[in-house]
């Protein structure tokens, strides 16, 4: 994937954990295989995640070993998958989609990928921080919906508020 802005400087959350796992708290997730695309550098949701009993795969072309990220590819039946600010950071489009076509084609059918989008200031311009080779869209939540829509079919996605945290469910279901 060939992406102007590496973003590999935006993964920040050293010492809480983002806030898309919550979405988990109440939820039995025992022996779910959980893909984390775009995991970052740090380790918090890994394992948050496996305390849950969850299986757990990172991956992120930029933060993580290339082993590491093998064997999150390796697999391809996943129960879930999370995207966690990671399109807000990718200006390009056709990138955002080979992102969601690689989730895609790694998740079980009846999977289901959960994405948060950091709206940034949510004015929809795009700010560039040439120091740390990253950009922020600034865009809102449901202006992602539409390509997301167009990998996995516009009936199997929707926003939702799940433990209070704002997301985009995508099934990996019947078009």
Not at 73 to 85: F, G, P
């Amino acid at each position: 994937m060939d992406q102007k802005y590496k973003s590999s400087g935006t993964s920040v959350n050293s010492g809480k954990l983002p806030a898309i796992v919550h979405i988990w708290d109440y939820y039995i997730i025992s022996g779910l295989t959980v893909l984390d695309y775009g995991c970052g550098k740090y380790d918090n949701t890994r394992e948050y995640l496996e305390s849950k009993g969850a299986k757990y795969f990172g991956y992120d072309p930029f933060n993580r070993t290339k082993e590491e990220n093998n064997l999150a590819m390796k697999e391809h039946n996943y129960d879930r998958a999370i995207l966690s600010n990671v399109l807000n950071v990718i200006a390009e489009k056709k990138v955002r989609l080979q992102v969601l076509y690689d989730i895609k084609k790694h998740l079980a059918i009846d999977g289901t990928l959960y994405i948060k989008i950091y709206e940034g200031n949510g004015s929809g311009v795009m700010k560039v921080n040439e120091k740390k080779n990253s950009c922020q869209l600034n865009l809102k939540t449901h202006e992602y919906l539409p390509e997301v829509a167009s990998v996995f079919g516009f009936r199997n996605v929707r926003t939702q508020w799940i433990n209070g945290i704002h997301v985009i469910v995508a099934e990996n279901g019947a078009y």
